[in-house]
């Protein structure tokens, strides 16, 4: 495996999974986005994942005006590595999703490595009330959402990525996702070492337990041997559990609203911020590793430079 000491944390601010009436810490405005970046940056995040929202209603947007905003900003006050998303929602379409990359030619976008059911449906069953009139509707049609990628569509966001100079990052939600990327790999369209993200704990995709996380590391381990690197999320309250055991593993983290929404059982999280500094602690005293600095980031994934981008 391609190791590196110190641990790369990705704060991943806000995204498709929860919406506003959850959290009255979750970003929605550029503004508050761009703020949260900042300070989970300064928490020790050298990744800042990006989505963006509506800043009237709160809905996930694939706006490359409200990306730019938001990456131009949390750029301007940080030397953090800007990483837009291509995921979005699954009410997107694919032409939709990849349109920040020709936008912003960033350093690093994410990239998903297959189609799966995507169910925030049961999430109807934690609150009575929503805040805006359009939440219940959009996690109750997610019943029926197929979250596309098909090998065509893989192909050509990676020849975006290509072109743009971007690494993609692979977002591998079950096991299935990680033979695809050999396959991509084996093809010539995908260039070593490659960058893989084991997201678990999504409805559709693989468990959030230990025993599949061993299973999707042994698994890439089996396919990629030296030729990749891997970081782990855990959604909702397996953030923490999975983020330890896979930096102990000698992997690397995310955590962020995106994913989950407490710091500890019934607290929830007062910002990005507040998710990161626990995970600073926690990689420091229970794995025993150093965090990554931007700098180390871009020398270990290879990364063109925040120079090179265009935001």
Avoid at 40 to 66: F, M, N, Y
Avoid at 176 to 202: C, E, N, S, W
Avoid at 268 to 274: E, K, V
């Amino acid at each position: 495996m391609k190791h590196h000491d110190d641990v790369i944390i990705t704060a991943a601010l806000t995204g498709a999974i929860h919406v506003p009436t959850m959290s009255p810490n979750l970003p929605v405005t550029p503004a508050e986005i761009i703020e949260d970046g900042i300070a989970a940056a300064e928490a020790g995040a050298s990744i800042i994942h990006v989505h963006a929202r509506d800043p009237e209603t709160g809905e996930p947007s694939s706006d490359p005006a409200l990306f730019r905003e938001i990456a131009s900003g949390i750029r301007a006050e940080t030397d953090a590595i800007v990483q837009p998303t291509t995921g979005g929602s699954a009410a997107m379409s694919v032409e939709e999703r990849i349109a920040t990359v020709p936008e912003l030619e960033p350093e690093t976008a994410s990239c998903n490595m297959g189609s799966m059911n995507f169910g925030m449906y049961p999430l109807l069953n934690a609150y009575d009330e929503f805040e805006r009139e359009w939440e219940p509707d959009y996690l109750d049609d997610s019943r029926d959402f197929i979250f596309r990628n098909t090998f065509g569509d893989i192909e050509s966001l990676l020849e975006t990525f290509d072109e743009c100079g971007t690494k993609p990052e692979l977002e591998c939600y079950d096991v299935g996702h990680l033979y695809t990327a050999k396959h991509f790999l084996d093809r010539g369209l995908l260039d070593p070492p490659l960058r893989i993200q084991f997201v678990m704990g999504i409805h559709g995709g693989i468990g959030a337990d230990p025993e599949q996380l061993t299973h999707m590391y042994r698994t890439a381990e089996k396919l990629f041997g030296d030729q990749y690197s891997f970081s782990v999320i855990g959604a909702g309250r397996q953030e923490f559990p999975l983020g330890v055991q896979g930096v102990s593993m000698g992997g690397h983290v995310r955590v962020g609203l995106e994913d989950n929404l407490y710091r500890g059982r019934g607290e929830l999280a007062a910002s990005n911020a507040d998710l990161v500094e626990k995970m600073v602690e926690l990689t420091k005293s229970v794995a025993g590793r150093e965090i990554a600095t931007p700098a180390q980031t871009r020398e270990f994934l290879g990364l063109k430079g925040q120079d090179a981008v265009n935001f």
